[in-house]
């Protein structure tokens, strides 16, 4: 391939982009769910009157889904300039989202089929796209704007 067939965005770098994307759209949904639960009167009641140990959990995961949240829409920004810093921290974000996952698996109160469900997809993306991110040509020849 040739620089200039490198220069766009095409190819198996849809896929990252995919990934990127049904993700921002699962937190923009997570982040609604906690708006409502925020802004009902009954789920307000709830959290101010339940246990100190309860909202502060609630309050971390709403704090957690948020900040993904920013730092999945900074990464396809990235993508979409073509930054070199993309790759790096596209890295790091499969990283944070396996831990996350892993800590869900762990110890959330839901099925295991629920909880190995949740762990297959980042486990799956980060197993498929780390080593496509670390040795692909296209990757080296498509993320080089400052």
Do not use: H
């Amino acid at each position: 391939m040739t620089q200039a067939e490198y220069s766009r965005i095409g190819g198996w770098l849809l896929a990252p982009m995919a990934y990127l994307i049904v993700t921002l759209l699962s937190a923009s949904l997570m982040l609604m769910l906690y708006g409502m639960a925020i802004f009902m009167p009954e789920s307000r009641e709830y959290l101010i009157t339940n246990a100190q140990a309860f909202t502060m959990q609630w309050y971390f995961s709403v704090l957690t889904a948020l900040v993904m949240w920013g730092f999945t829409l900074y990464l396809l920004w990235l993508f979409c300039q073509r930054s070199q810093r993309f790759p790096k921290l596209f890295l790091l974000w499969l990283l944070i989202t396996v831990l996350l996952a892993i800590k869900t698996f762990a110890f959330s109160p839901v099925s295991d089929e629920m909880a190995v469900r949740s762990l297959m997809w980042p486990l799956l993306m980060a197993a498929l796209l780390v080593p496509y991110i670390k040795r692909s040509q296209r990757v080296k020849g498509t993320f080089v704007e400052r």
